[in-house]
């Protein structure tokens, strides 16, 4: 008895403190159909504030120093510089035509972005404001994805297959690698060693050696009572300790805990409607997934592997950055 | 080629020539009908603008991986001779063939020994009977076929709960064969066609001084004292009166089928599952938006690049294996990949449901299952085919 009250009291102890180092946490989600960036205090588990935004604002990121937000508003053809303090939008930038995704340079000083209507990544210089040049890559361009030393940018292209490795002096493409249908988002381990590359319409994740470009693993996933042409994986995020991988599986409503060591999927966690993208807490415990069906973002206790609350959004909400 | 990696080692890319690989757009230069709406725009060029744009999509893919692919074009005049141009496409070993042929065409090429070992894709012709009776194993059907479109409306109408149908044709085959998937559906999903009319007058001109009357009062007369109906289905693939229908006919009743909420493999409204980018690229291409052929085109193309990619090879022999087999799966903006019925080598696809401007539902409906793939309740399933091919 004694015992059990024991271990109450430590579990108890255990999620406060999940809790209280998650706190004044605060994420942005992009809502692309509503135009908006909802703002949510994962203290008060609430949205606490709308900010309107360019059209069909999909992936966004934060500045290294955390003050900025950037927005690819993807019909509005331009990114959006979102000033965190005063929640307004104090700049645009050039990006060429629909972009949907990109990544930071790790010296914060350079986006690269995905055009995904014509076929190119576009370097843009961050300090000038200007773009710095175009590299030419396959049919839709969209997950970004940049290597820990900085050397090697990764874009994946929906139609063409393709995970394309790129020499970030040279900003050339050194090598491709075929993956299944529509590739959607990249991600390395943080060691550098392994690039995961979702493939939205193969319903699986390729691990990719970063040294070799060889296929380590195509990850499959199979759920009970889900059919599995609705399997499929879009946003990735990997755990800072390099152990544990979250795969996004859209319209399967799932969020997919795979070992990274052993490459097998451990877990399915039951989240809201077609859930796109994942973005951890600066302390790792919690994970947000946005759900885009649903209109909510899932938070995720990652020690637990437990959904522990839902918290309504704005109109689709596709991108989520946490600061 | 040598290419550096960040780490400073060499890549050594693929040496030697690329690999070419010519696709044949076969069609024939037969009038067809004009969109009854004057608003709509007459496209000369349909079907080969979306064969174009995914040639090009395949060549920016092939770039990566030295194939190159061509697009050869070739228009044989009204009831020309297909079999010197199959000779010829043989001798030249172009044999990956997009055949924009109507049924009696397509079945004409397809049993020239020429072709035997080709691959034709069919993006024209809709006939239920070249995929229940006279599968070809040379032959593989992009563009669905009318059976599959007609499930993928009644599946709505059930939904709806729509059960009591009114059925009105044209004189034609097609409207005749549109209205026969339209009679079959109604069984499958026990709704009633509480009537059938035939609209027997002959295709006007578009352009009338004065036409807005006329056509008032034949459409009021065509649909005056109908039992009690939910919907008015009409099959008019001639584009003799279709359009005319809603907001005319005598009782306020929803116009379906070939007009009004129609069954579409493709349309200009859609835009989820990455649709945008494929509308926006092809209007850029071409100046208008993308149809159903055009769309059909596309898949057609898509499909020959994918089998070339992850076989590194244009032999048509180790296409077909590859196309046919478990592995081929077309990402087509339809938000589930596409493969081929291996009984019917019958694309499985989603059928989108439209309105002229509005994007209302995708077929198969959730409530539709099936043991395969819920994409096999659209249309005839293997036991409703005599077609066993590939087993």
């Known amino acids: ?323 | 080629m040598l290419i550096l990696a960040p780490d400073g080692s060499v890549v050594v890319a693929a040496e030697g020539d690329p690999l070419h690989v010519p696709i044949v757009y076969l069609g024939e230069a037969v009038p067809e009908p004009l969109p009854l709406s004057l608003v709509e725009p007459v496209a000369t060029d349909k079907g080969i603008a979306g064969a174009k744009l995914a040639i090009g999509d395949n060549n920016t893919t092939g770039q990566f991986l030295k194939q190159e692919f061509e697009l050869i074009e070739k228009i044989v005049p009204e009831g020309g001779d297909l079999k010197t141009a199959a000779a010829g496409l043989s001798d030249a070993g172009q044999t990956l063939i997009v055949a924009d042929l109507a049924a009696p065409r397509l079945r004409e090429l397809a049993n020239l020994p020429e072709m035997r070992n080709a691959i034709i894709l069919n993006i024209r012709a809709e006939d239920d009977e070249l995929r229940t009776s006279e599968c070809k194993p040379n032959v593989f059907h992009v563009i669905p076929s009318r059976a599959m479109k007609a499930d993928a409306l009644g599946q709505w109408l059930v939904r709806k709960q729509w059960m009591r149908w009114v059925l009105i044709y044209g004189v034609n085959e097609p409207d005749k064969a549109f209205a026969e998937a339209i009679r079959r559906a109604a069984k499958r999903y026990r709704a009633e066609i509480v009537e059938e009319r035939a609209y027997e007058f002959k295709a006007g001109s578009r352009r009338t001084d004065t036409g807005e009357q006329q056509v008032r009062e034949q459409m009021t007369l065509l649909t005056q004292r109908l039992p009690e109906h939910d919907v008015l289905i009409v099959a008019d693939e001639s584009e003799v009166f279709g359009d005319y229908l809603p907001y005319r006919n005598w009782d306020a009743r929803p116009v379906v089928g070939t007009s009004g909420l129609v069954p579409t493999s493709w349309h200009r409204s859609q835009e989820q599952w990455g649709g945008t980018q494929l509308q926006r690229r092809f209007t850029r291409a071409s100046n208008r938006w993308m149809l159903e052929r055009d769309y059909a085109a596309w898949e057609a193309v898509r499909t020959i690049g994918e089998a070339v990619t992850r076989t590194s090879s244009g032999d048509p022999a180790a296409l077909r294996d590859y196309i046919i087999s478990d592995s081929f799966e077309l990402a087509a903006f339809k938000g589930k990949p596409l493969t081929f019925r291996k009984w019917d080598q019958q694309l499985r696809q989603p059928i989108l449901l439209a309105t002229p401007l509005m994007l209302v539902s995708v077929s198969p409906q959730e409530e539709f299952l099936h043991q395969r793939t819920p994409l096999d309740s659209l249309g005839h399933d293997e036991p409703d085919s005599t077609c066993r091919l590939n087993q």
């Open chain 1, 1 to 323: 008895m004694l015992q059990r009250k024991w271990m109450a009291l430590s579990v108890a102890l255990a999620c406060s403190t999940a809790l209280d180092q998650a706190r004044a946490a605060t994420a942005y989600v992009s809502n692309e159909k509503g135009n908006t960036i909802s703002v949510v205090d994962l203290d008060k588990m609430e949205t606490v504030a709308t900010v309107p935004v360019g059209e069909r604002p999909r992936g966004i990121t934060l500045s290294h120093d955390k003050k900025l937000l950037y927005i690819c508003t993807s019909d509005a053809d331009h990114i959006e510089v979102l000033d965190l303090e005063s929640l307004e939008v104090i700049r645009t930038l050039p990006s060429g035509p629909d972009p949907e995704l990109f990544v930071l340079s790790r010296d914060g000083s350079t986006l690269y972005i995905a055009n995904e209507d014509n076929n190119f990544v576009t370097v843009l210089d961050l300090t000038q404001g200007v773009v710095a040049t175009e590299i030419p890559v396959g049919v839709e361009p969209e997950g970004m994805a940049i290597s820990p030393d900085n050397k090697v940018l990764i874009n994946t292209s929906e139609t063409t297959n393709m995970a394309h490795f790129i020499n970030t002096e040279t900003l050339e493409i050194f090598d491709n690698v075929l993956v299944d249908s529509r590739p959607r988002y990249a991600e390395f381990t943080p060691d550098g060693k392994e690039v995961w590359v979702s493939s939205e319409i193969g319903g699986t994740v390729s691990v990719i050696d970063a040294g070799s470009r060889e296929i380590l693993k195509k990850i499959g996933f199979e759920i009970q009572g889900v059919r599995a042409d609705t399997i499929q994986p879009v946003g990735v995020r990997i755990t800072p300790d390099g152990k544990t991988a979250f795969v996004a599986l859209g319209p399967a409503n799932r969020v997919a805990v795979i070992d990274v060591a052993s490459r097998e999927v451990q877990d399915y966690l039951l989240v809201g409607q077609r859930v796109w993208q994942l973005d951890f807490t600066p302390d790792a415990k919690l994970l947000l997934s946005t759900n885009g069906e649903s209109n909510d973002i899932s938070v995720i206790d990652v020690a637990e592997r437990k959904v522990i609350k839902s918290i309504p959004v704005g109109e689709l909400p596709w991108g989520v950055a946490i600061r």
